[in-house]
Nanobody, 120 residues
Framework: QVQLQESGPGLLKPSQTLALTCTIS??????????WSWIRQAPGKGLEWMGA???????NYNPSLASRISISRDNAKNAVYLRMTDLTPDDTAVYYC????????????WGQGTQVTVLS
């Protein structure tokens, strides 16, 4: 079983930088089994894919957010990180870490999500 746990500050001010951690157990981020994404859902909105990192550390970002976000990892800690600058109240959302299996039978796994509120 793959388990993902998001952590980080839940309350921030406009212009600050968001830094979240996704701690992973049950799978290694350095093997070619899963694609690791950050996804968020703002109040009253649908899920928005933000970006992802592969087993080799390569990244891909949603073009609407690419100028502000960076996804990285720590292989020793088996963790994936999200950094997003220049926060506004529109960034208020529940933020999820997601693992998408690249082979049959691996499945898809979600963290429980963490609430991030940017003050207005």
């Amino acid at each position: 079983q793959v388990q993902l746990q998001e952590s980080g500050p839940g309350l921030l001010k406009p212009s600050q930088t968001l830094a979240l951690t996704c701690t992973i157990s049950g799978a290694s981020i350095t093997t070619n089994d899963y694609y690791w994404s950050w996804i968020r859902q703002a109040p009253g909105k649908g899920l928005e894919w933000m970006g992802a990192i592969g087993n080799d550390g390569s990244t891909n970002y949603n073009p609407s957010l690419a100028s502000r976000i960076s996804i990285s990892r720590d292989n020793a800690k088996n963790a994936v990180y999200l950094r997003m600058t220049d926060l506004t109240p529109d960034d208020t959302a529940v933020y999820y870490c997601n693992a998408d299996g690249l082979s049959g039978g691996l499945g898809t796994f979600w963290g429980q999500g963490t609430q991030v509120t940017v003050l207005s």
